[in-house]
DNA sequence: GTTAGTGCAAACCTTTTGCAGCTCT
DNA sequence: AGAGCTGCAAAAGGTTTGCACTAAC
């Protein structure tokens, strides 16, 4: 894994509890929380502590192998965390069912050129969040208001 | 104000906490977090509470007449606040110096567009968090690697 | 007068920290 | 062997809630 090979050549110590850690964010192809992320590894290591997820979360947003989203908070306030392998995107969020999309379209890669050039700026993350309603919700929130108007 | 009105036509009552709290947000072209926003609030009321800031601040986000944002918890994990009077604009926060500049580039309008033709989805809000370092941090970065080396 | 809004205290949720003991290299 | 990591307990930081009292309309 990319992660794992990366974290060995800087020396960083791959225990059983790291280990369990990274397969599951790898395999998850999802946005996880830390909570969720530690009651699916203690299915695999019940006696891992959720101090151990933190850090191991903090470890490696601080690494650069994980971005850290807040998803508009559309849960709480937790953060999410997804590998950082894929293209620059933005994640859009039905506000209604909580689904996440994911678009990669070239509007972002202008953005971040004009922001540089614009500000001078050095870019070193972006985060986009699209917070609405899904086109499915968008029926259901119809049918919705017709219900409330009858009631 | 735009907020007071906007309040006053749907019944919402308009005590002298909100007034001085409106006051504080509108004026203040700053993001604000909740904190600041009590502290500078209290040197009108001394005795208004915290609470109120945060059942203020949670109604006029449900109401769509304040944002929440992020800035990447360039300060721990508090939200900011700002009027939704102005257009649609990215936040490019320099994650040395803190500061944060506003970006009103045409790729935001393209970006949405593109996502409600794409997902045909309904946006409601979008938040562009953009993560780096600002020009002049960058050269003091410059500075504080040679010095690095040479210690 | 009624109902919405406030203040206070206490709870809540998510995340971090201090420290003693364990384990990876 | 020894630094790095873990678990536990406890605290921190930010925000929300229950309830009795107050004030806006």
């Known amino acids: 894994m990319e992660m794992t090979r990366s974290l060995k050549e800087r020396g960083v110590r791959l225990t059983r509890q790291r280990q369990v850690l990274l397969n599951l964010i ?4 999802q946005h996880l929380d830390a909570e969720t992320l530690y009651l699916r590894a203690r299915e695999t290591d019940p006696k891992l502590n959720r101090v151990t997820v933190y ?4 470890m490696l947003k601080e690494s650069g192998l994980v971005d850290e ?6 849960d709480g306030d937790q ?7 894929k293209r620059e995107h933005a994640h859009v969020i039905c506000l209604r069912c909580g689904k996440v999309e ?5 509007p972002l890669a202008r953005l971040r050129k004009e922001v540089e050039e614009t500000f001078g700026f050095e870019i070193l993350l ?20 017709e219900q409330a108007k009858s009631a």
């Open 79 to 85: 953060h999410y965390y997804e590998t950082r392998m």
């Open 55 to 58: 850090r191991t979360l903090k």
């Open 26 to 29: 790898d395999q998850s192809g």
């Open 126 to 145: 972006v985060r986009t969040e699209i917070g609405g309603y899904c086109s499915h919700c968008q029926a259901l929130r119809a049918e919705e208001m």
């Open 102 to 106: 994911e678009y990669f379209g070239e």
């Open 69 to 74: 989203l807040d998803l508009l908070h559309k």
